[in-house]
């Protein structure tokens, strides 16, 4: 680069320009990822297997518990005096599902 600021030609000039522009991203992005690697916490091996199985515990629960309530939620709806669609019951209820709420239970071993 330091060739290049000794030839002053002008169609030079533009380009040199954004040489400079860059150079200056560059450094700032080094200054972010070091502060960023400073301020990182790492994970010790045994805590990372600790968490990845809390996580697994606790995704299996909220499937439980989904299976259970769409369960409970079915059995109503198959009642023949109710006359609502599932929609329409889930509605009244107040429940919002998973699938209204563009949310998916994370996959963690399951």
């Known amino acids: 680069m330091a060739n290049l600021?000794?030839?002053?030609?002008?169609s030079q000039r533009p380009r040199?320009?954004?040489?400079?522009?860059?150079?200056r991203q560059l450094e700032r992005g080094k200054e972010k990822l070091a502060s960023l690697k400073k301020s990182c916490q790492n994970i010790a091996?045994?805590?990372?297997?600790?968490?990845n199985k809390e996580l697994e515990a606790v995704s299996k629960e909220w499937r439980k518990r989904k299976r259970m309530c769409m369960d409970v939620i079915n059995a109503i709806l198959e009642n023949e005096g109710c006359g609502q669609s599932k929609k329409e019951l889930l509605e009244e209820m107040g429940v919002d599902t998973d699938e209204d709420m563009n949310v998916s239970i994370p996959n963690y071993g399951a």
């Open 5 to 10: 600021r000794n030839y002053p030609i002008v």
């Open 45 to 51: 091996p045994g805590d990372n297997i600790k968490i």
């Open 16 to 23: 040199l320009k954004r040489v400079d522009e860059l150079d």
